[in-house]
């Protein structure tokens, strides 16, 4: 890779710096301000924020190396994506908005949960803030081995320095700038994934010679690529479209709907960040499909599918835009890292240390526990990811699903059902989690498989923990006096912010 490369992405990395020490002299002189930024995103920011922190090195490896290997058929879980992200802005983002503020303010999710329905035992705050560090440490780690693999086959440079540069770099501009840095990075990471997954398709189209050209060598490569229905199965689309419902439970996602300046900025946020979306998805399978067709057209042999945005990022373009282009991925990367660090801060501080060790300390001092926080988390994260081959990370590509259905039946429910009482939530987090676990690791098939195989883990878990939570509230006594009142006070907020402006 040619030293221009190099200069664009160097590039990169100090204007990444530049804007955690604007974020570090802007918002960080309370607990709120560095964990929600002071409630001031802007729709824009909040939107690509989102969409920035969700969709992580995914969208630029892993959803063009499905489409190169398989077709449209890889379609189906951007279709499922695309839909539960709406449904997210529709359902979750106002009410979650307005309860988190009315609740006492709450600044995390375990946060919001135990103020919702009132648990004094703080129970469910403490398994809930449990969950999130355990998963998001997991979670954080597989982004940065990510960044140290991006370094190794883009740069030839060592693992573990791409680790440490990747790693450091968002270590950096997280723990200084806290939430306001994440959030402006996410949305400069947002805005360059969305120019490279648009540039990158298009250019490798024109120089195979247009659209009626790209899809003639497709289709001699294999007709049925352009087949959404070919290799799959009802099951296989079930499976493919259930990733869809893991947005309600995604903490580094719903987050930022907590951070938002007024419910009435969701409309204009969902407009921007469901563009966004839809154009990059459609770009990440037009990268897959475009590629597939190069490589067929040139002789190119494509060891790994996942890689050929990387590739033709290298031999398409120049070095100085070549190092743009593989900037997005590290943006990718990055924005959902340091998303996962701050709310696994978050937790840290407010639901550990401030709820049973320090409940009167000041906020310079939540602040400065916030940041280490994110440092230990940092760190741990990094000594998981220093051997890409520990097994350990393998429980990270399952997190999704553990998220969606421990978080997912919990939010909506607790948003929008009044009925719903404390221990209906504690058993739908667990039966959420314990089904996806089940799922995964049983190996309960004749051929000693897991049911995963045959059916993606966040169906049967959303679907079960659902239900838990239905069934353990009815059979309780229902909510009543401040959780009841709270509950109230935030549907007349919600009337009153859907009235016309006055």
Same mark, same amino acid.
């Given at each position: 890779m040619e030293s221009g490369a190099l200069i664009s992405l160097g590039l990169y990395f100090a204007l990444m710096l530049a804007i955690g020490v604007y974020a570090w002299r802007k918002s960080t002189s309370d607990v709120s301000g560095? !964990?929600?930024? $002071? +409630?001031?995103?802007?729709?824009?920011?909040?939107?690509?924020?989102?969409?920035?922190s969700d969709m992580s090195g995914w969208l630029m490896l892993g959803l063009p190396g499905a489409m190169f290997a398989s077709g449209l058929s890889a379609a189906w879980i951007g279709l499922g994506l695309v839909v539960g992200a709406w449904l997210n802005y529709l359902i979750?983002?106002? +009410?979650?908005?307005?309860?988190?503020? /009315?609740?006492? *303010?709450?600044?995390?999710?375990?946060?919001?949960?135990?103020?919702?329905?009132? *648990?004094? =035992?703080?129970?469910?705050?403490?398994?809930?803030?449990?969950?999130?560090?355990?998963?998001?440490?997991?979670?954080?780690?597989?982004?940065?081995?990510?960044?140290?693999?991006?370094?190794? =086959?883009?740069?030839?440079? *060592?693992?573990?320095?791409?680790?440490?540069?990747?790693?450091?770099?968002?270590?950096?501009?997280?723990?200084? $700038?806290?939430?306001?840095?994440?959030?402006?990075? *996410?949305f400069v990471q947002g805005c360059i994934m969305f120019v490279a997954l648009v540039v990158v398709p298009v250019v490798a189209m024109i120089n195979v010679g247009g659209p009626a050209e790209t899809s003639a060598l497709v289709r001699s490569v294999d007709p049925a690529r352009f087949d959404l229905l070919a290799g799959t199965s009802v099951i296989g689309i079930v499976s493919a479209l259930a990733w869809g419902l893991g947005y309600f439970g995604q903490p580094h996602i719903i987050v930022r709907f907590m951070a938002i300046r007024s419910v009435r900025d969701l409309p204009t946020a969902r407009r921007i960040g469901m563009s966004w979306m839809i154009v990059s998805l459609v770009g990440a399978l037009a990268t897959g499909l475009t590629g597939l067709a190069y490589a067929t057209a040139n002789g190119l042999s494509v060891g790994d599918p996942e890689t050929i945005f990387i590739l033709l990022s290298d031999i398409l373009f120049d070095p100085l835009v070549t190092g743009f282009l593989l900037a997005a991925i590290l943006a990718a990367v990055m924005s959902t890292i340091s998303s996962q660090l701050l709310v696994s801060s978050s937790s840290l501080t407010e639901d550990f240390y401030r709820m049973f060790l320090r409940r009167d300390a000041p906020q310079t001092e939540l602040v400065l526990v916030g940041r280490l926080a994110v440092l230990a988390v940092a760190l741990a994260a990094i000594g998981l990811a220093y051997n890409p081959e520990n097994n350990v990370l393998g429980l990270v590509a399952n997190a999704w699903a553990g998220f969606g259905a421990a978080f997912g039946p919990l939010v909506i429910l607790s948003l929008?059902?009044?009925? !719903? @009482?404390?221990?209906?939530?504690?058993?739908? !987090?667990? @039966?959420?989690?314990? /089904?996806?676990?089940?799922?995964?690791?049983?190996?309960?098939?004749?051929?000693?498989?897991?049911? @995963?195989?045959?059916?993606?883990?966040?169906?049967?878990?959303?679907?079960?923990?659902?239900?838990?939570?239905?069934?353990? =509230?009815? !059979?309780?006594?229902?909510?009543?006096g401040e959780v009841a009142e709270t509950f109230d006070a935030v549907e007349a907020r919600l009337a009153e912010a859907r009235s016309p402006a006055t």
């Open positions: 560095y !964990m929600l930024g $002071g +409630r001031q995103l802007g729709p824009a920011v909040t939107a690509l924020s989102a969409g920035a979750v983002a106002p +009410r979650l908005r307005v309860y988190t503020e /009315v609740a006492n *303010d709450a600044i995390t999710i375990p946060d919001y949960l135990g103020e919702r329905f009132a *648990d004094r =035992s703080h129970l469910l705050r403490v398994i809930a803030s449990l969950v999130i560090v355990v998963f998001f440490t997991l979670y954080t780690a597989s982004g940065m081995v990510a960044g140290g693999k991006l370094f190794d =086959s883009a740069f030839g440079f *060592d693992y573990a320095l791409g680790l440490w540069v990747t790693a450091g770099v968002v270590l950096a501009y997280t723990l200084f $700038g806290g939430f306001l840095a994440v959030s402006l990075t *996410d929008t059902w009044k009925r !719903m @009482t404390r221990n209906g939530a504690l058993a739908g !987090m667990i @039966t959420g989690a314990a /089904v996806v676990l089940f799922w995964i690791f049983a190996p309960v098939l004749p051929s000693g498989a897991a049911l @995963t195989t045959v059916l993606y883990e966040m169906v049967p878990g959303f679907i079960l923990s659902f239900l838990a939570i239905v069934a353990v =509230s009815l !059979m309780g006594r229902a909510p009543a």
